[in-house]
């Protein structure tokens, strides 16, 4: 009997590039970083075109043609990060996700191992690694979860029970956080422009939230991990430039 085909073994890491608008220049340059500063035997490359010019598309059709872009999701109009994110991740068969907006690059050759190795090592309870941030209220929010961000919580199709952050006793189910009597209202995220997560922890929770757009999707996220038990690290140094523009999406 003729011998079944074997499946070729799948990299690491499914490399997420997001990219908006037309800024042609910054898609460039975080393609081009990620080319120069990782092995390609130990990564998938999936771009998101999200409402972008014709140059751009230019750009990333003549990548993929050539095989340095594994996958192109195009989408003429906006769709938001979030929704273009979904899209995106639904055809990751990687173990891990590294997400990177168009205006985040890899600017040191070892920060492809490191990340990688940050995240082997890793009890499995960690699933998120990048740059930790911190929100110390929900009205720097906006989005859908800022109205009430408590209650966009408790709305959540990943919400488990836990007390979501609040200054009110038992926010985090803290009653007397500091000995003030108050509750625990910090917000522990990691910065969205870029991560790495556990494929199976986004398809477990599953994220990205559907009723999120563009903004303050990473302070959610980092509440959406929290609700399940798991934890984020950081990496140091961390070997890319994040949010190196002004926020460019539409805010909804």
Known sequence: ??????KPSLPPITMSVLAFGDHTELV???VESIRIHCPRAEYRLIVGANAVGDKTMKLLSGRRETGEIDELAVSPSNLGKSAMMRQMFAAVET???????DDSYI???????????AAQSSPASTVLWGEPQYCEHP??????????AVEFVRRAAWYRGLPPPSWRPGGKGEFNLWGRGIGDGRWLFVSGGCFMIRTSAVR???????RLFVV??????GEAVRQQGWNFAGISPLGV??????????RQ
């Open 216 to 221: 303050a999707e990473d302070i959610i996220l």
């Open 241 to 250: 430039a994040i949010n190196t523009q002004p926020s460019r999406g539409v």
């Open 107 to 117: 600017i040191e050759p070892t920060a492809f191992e490191r990340w990688l190795q």
């Open 204 to 210: 477990a929770m599953p994220w990205p939230d559907p």
């Open 28 to 30: 460039h340059r975080v």
């Open 1 to 6: 009997m003729p011998a079944t085909p074997t």
């Open 139 to 148: 009205f720097f929010f906006t989005d859908g979860a800022g109205a009430d």
């Open 95 to 101: 173990e891990y996700i590294w997400w990177f907006d």
